[in-house]
């Protein structure tokens, strides 16, 4: 082969990779100053989702990011509905002022206490974990203490957001060991902690199928999931707006957090079982949670965040009500166990088996007679329009005896009477799916079943959360912990192995600057 030959040869070849890297970089967005750092991938990856943005060509991953960047990231992330009224002294009329109010209405970014939000200064890695903990519901370990070398420096309100996201390796602080938590977070770490936690993002709708182990997000309506297995949490994001989202025989072993969603969601359908709670946290509009036959939900929280109207149709297990608002139950559709904790009315001809009040929950409205109601002395219920009052043995009106005569209006199986079963004990049916940690790791009560057992012999299944257990230390490795599940005083255990984790690999995931020497 002659030398111009070859040289044309290597022209054509250099020319084809050349077109062939343009074609394969068209399609994501192709920065000057991310080809060797060492979060390219992610930039990459959550660039072409536009929730971070270049400029120029460049995305300058090293530069610090600002609090109201970070709110444009959330904002874009989350897709807010709602702006606060709040007036920020320091915030004025730019690019990030309808993030700033979106995430503030949502509880995400808080402001400094003197009225100013600080929308320019950079935000420390301890606030920026403090954010992430608030905008993805993420709960605080119970017991967790803080493993980088330099804990003593997290700030006393950031203690447990960073505790939490170094507990689930979210954010696992430097090479150094340490957190550094008041130092600012650069833009190239913010994406690595938004791909730490989001496993799966759902931004466009249509139907997926592809199982997830991690936390999935879904912040676009009209999205359908079906004959997958999410091993971690959903999170019905706010962008859902009033629209439709449907899990049709999807496996859920953590919690599904919604916050947003309309009166024709959520879908649950053809199998689909929830081992968590369904936890709506909605705020503004109507929601709608609705299963059909086959669908496997058995615990339902409405929480104190929650500001939606809520109806809820099919077959539900246990329902607990933390917030003022109003429930519909459609004909057809039941609650095995409501507990009220706040003031609610519940309308519509469905039916409530057991019914518990607290205190706070006296003066709740039911359309609807349940079969039996359990308050405590001088609690206030409403039942076909006529008030009644315990007086700790029954439910009397100026008519009659709840229960005990036709003169209330409210119809239903004539439930209200006393003396009240009382939970005699409790009992481990089903245990928990994870048995084992390694040290760090969170409580995960996923599967977890404990039934408990009345004074009139019947049984039901309690509410156990993470507040129900005592005992959980992962900080150290232990065989045999013992658990403590308590409810309503009765207890019960468990144990659990805590186990040192062993270095089964290690990777250069950063190259040194320098590569190439010269002898000597």
């Given at each position: ?325 109003s429930i519909l139950l459609p004909a057809g559709s039941s609650i095995s166990n409501l507990i009220l904790n706040k003031e609610t ?176």
């Open positions: 082969m002659t030398m111009k030959k070859a040289l044309a040869m290597i022209l054509t070849l250099a020319l084809l990779v050349s077109v062939s890297m343009t074609s394969a970089a068209a399609a994501e967005p192709a920065y000057s100053d991310t080809g060797n750092h060492w979060a390219a991938s992610v930039i990459t990856k959550w660039s072409a989702y536009g929730i971070l943005k270049g400029n120029d060509g460049r995305f300058k991953p090293d530069d610090y990011l600002t609090r109201g960047d970070m709110a444009i990231i959330l904002d874009r992330l989350m897709g807010y509905q709602i702006k606060s009224t709040t007036e920020f002294s320091d915030l004025g009329s730019s690019y990030y002022t309808d993030a700033v109010l979106k995430a503030n209405a949502a509880g995400v970014i808080l402001g400094s206490g003197d009225g100013k939000v600080m929308p320019t200064s950079n935000i420390t890695r301890q606030d920026a974990a403090a954010m992430i903990v608030r905008a993805f519901k993420i709960q605080p370990v119970s017991g967790y203490v803080l493993k980088a070398a330099d804990a003593d420096s997290v700030s006393d309100y950031a203690i447990s957001s960073v505790g939490a996201l170094e507990a689930n390796r979210i954010m696992t602080g430097k090479a150094d060991g340490k957190m550094h938590p008041k130092d600012p977070i650069t833009r190239a770490e913010i994406v690595q902690l938004l791909d730490n936690q989001i496993k799966a993002y759902y931004s466009s709708a249509g139907a997926y199928t592809q199982n997830v182990t991690g936390t999935a997000l879904v912040n676009t309506p009209d999205v359908i999931l079906s004959n997958m297995t999410i091993s971690g949490t959903l999170l019905v994001a706010p962008g859902v707006g009033e629209g439709t989202l449907t899990l049709d025989n999807v496996k859920v072993t953590g919690d599904v957090i919604v916050l947003g969603g309309g009166p024709n969601s959520i879908k649950i359908i053809g199998g689909t079982a929830i081992t968590g709670s369904i936890i709506i946290q909605k705020v503004g509009g109507q929601i709608r949670v609705m299963t059909s036959t086959g669908a496997v939900v058995p615990t339902v929280i409405i929480d104190d965040d929650c500001e939606s109207d809520i109806i809820l149709e099919g077959i539900f297990g246990d329902v607990t009500v933390n917030a003022n608002v009315e519940i309308t519509g001809a469905g039916t409530i088996q057991n019914v518990s009040l607290a205190a706070g929950a006296s003066g709740s409205k039911f359309e609807t007679e349940p079969t039996t109601i359990m308050a405590p002395r001088d609690t206030e219920v409403i039942i076909g329009g006529v008030k009644y009052v315990s007086d700790g043995t029954s439910f009397v009106s100026e008519t009659g005896v709840l229960g005990e005569s036709d003169t209330n209006t409210g119809g239903g199986g004539g439930g209200g009477s006393f003396p009240v079963p009382t939970l005699d004990s409790i009992a481990i049916t089903t245990p928990a799916a994870k048995l084992s940690y390694f040290v760090g790791e969170s409580l995960d009560i996923t599967r977890l079943v404990v039934t408990g057992t009345y004074s009139d012999t019947t049984t039901k299944i309690e509410v156990i959360t993470a507040v129900n257990i005592t005992g959980f230390d992962s900080s150290a490795a232990v065989t045999g912990q013992v658990l403590t599940v308590t409810v309503s005083g009765k207890t019960t255990t468990y144990t659990v192995d805590i186990i040192e984790p062993s270095l089964t690999s290690i990777a250069i995931t950063t190259p040194p600057t320098k590569t190439s020497y010269i002898e000597g």
